[in-house]
């Protein structure tokens, strides 16, 4: 949903029951969100299928404006009545709205990985020659389920559990820059760490699973597979991982290449804003509990 059924209601209405539901998208309208709760309740298995339904995507980014100036206008009393659902808020995940049993993350979900979660998901195995690639980067719980045709554990995400830098083939040799590039700015080395040519990668926060397909044709890694298990907040594993890079130990020099930075948030946030920048959840916690409590 909707992609491939299309988003017809009447379609939708009319499905008694579905054993497995691959939803993409994230919530942004009413709409959305009542596709989100009816296919919920008439699927055995929902699967968050994407970046934008397992972290809120790209389309997530909109959650940084105030309420205010997110809501477009979608007519007025001259114009008549509008027909477009209404505009949520803020931006969410799936299981910020749902229940997720499973996610496929990436923009877009590799083939492997996909492959791998309907293979598993409708209880047949397949041989391991074509399960090689995906298997090896899953976890073991879900590998292991692939294989023997059972279900992997709830909650299980089809990506790798290292981040993209364990599997990246790039020479790493602690170099320090001076300045900060972009990809248009520099013909980057194809064997040295994209880091530490000073364009910002980030392999380092981000789960392994696509095959390095970006930083293997010199484009630093956006982070669409999301963190990995072992870091709390990816915005701030980079801002650390960056700075520690920066040949200078000088105030002012450190000053002059911080600000070469543009939109940190949607450099560090691209695709996981709504669910994994701390800051933002701690706040988007606290103007629930006020909303409950009014």
């Not at 701030?236 to 930075?261: C, G, H, P, R």
């Amino acid at each position: 949903w909707p992609y491939v059924l299309g988003s017809q209601w009447e379609d939708l209405e009319n499905q008694e029951g579905v054993d497995v539901c691959f939803f993409a998208g994230a919530i942004r309208t009413s709409s959305d969100r009542e596709a989100a709760l009816k296919l919920r309740e008439k699927s055995r298995l929902m699967i968050a299928c994407g970046a934008c339904a397992a972290f809120g995507g790209i389309p997530g980014l909109v959650n940084v404006a105030s309420d205010s100036g997110v809501r477009p206008k979608l007519g007025s009393a001259n114009e008549g009545k509008s027909t477009l659902p209404e505009t949520e808020s803020r931006v969410s995940s799936l299981h910020q709205i749902v229940k997720v049993d499973y996610i496929v993350p990436g923009c877009p979900p590799t083939q492997n990985f996909l492959w791998a979660a309907i293979q598993s998901l409708v209880c047949q195995s397949e041989s391991p020659a074509r399960l090689s690639f995906a298997a090896s980067r899953l976890p073991e719980a879900i590998a292991q389920a692939i294989t023997s045709g059972i279900l992997p554990p709830k909650g299980s995400l089809f990506a790798g559990e290292k981040a993209v830098c364990a599997s990246c083939s790039r020479v790493k040799e602690e170099k320090r820059f001076e300045f900060l590039k972009r990809p248009w700015q520099i013909d980057a080395d194809p064997e040295r760490c994209l880091l530490e040519q000073g364009l910002i990668c980030q392999g380092i926060a981000t789960r392994e699973g696509c095959g390095g397909l970006c930083t293997a044709v010199s484009q630093p890694c956006r982070g669409c597979f999301g963190k990995t298990e072992a870091i709390f907040d990816p915005g701030a594993k980079m801002v650390s991982a960056i700075s520690s890079t920066f040949d200078s130990d000088d105030a002012q020099e450190i000053a002059a290449l911080v600000e070469n930075f543009v939109d940190l948030v949607g450099t560090f946030y691209r695709y996981t804003l709504p669910t994994q920048c701390a800051l933002l959840s701690t706040m988007s916690k606290e103007r629930e509990d006020a909303d409950n409590n009014f």
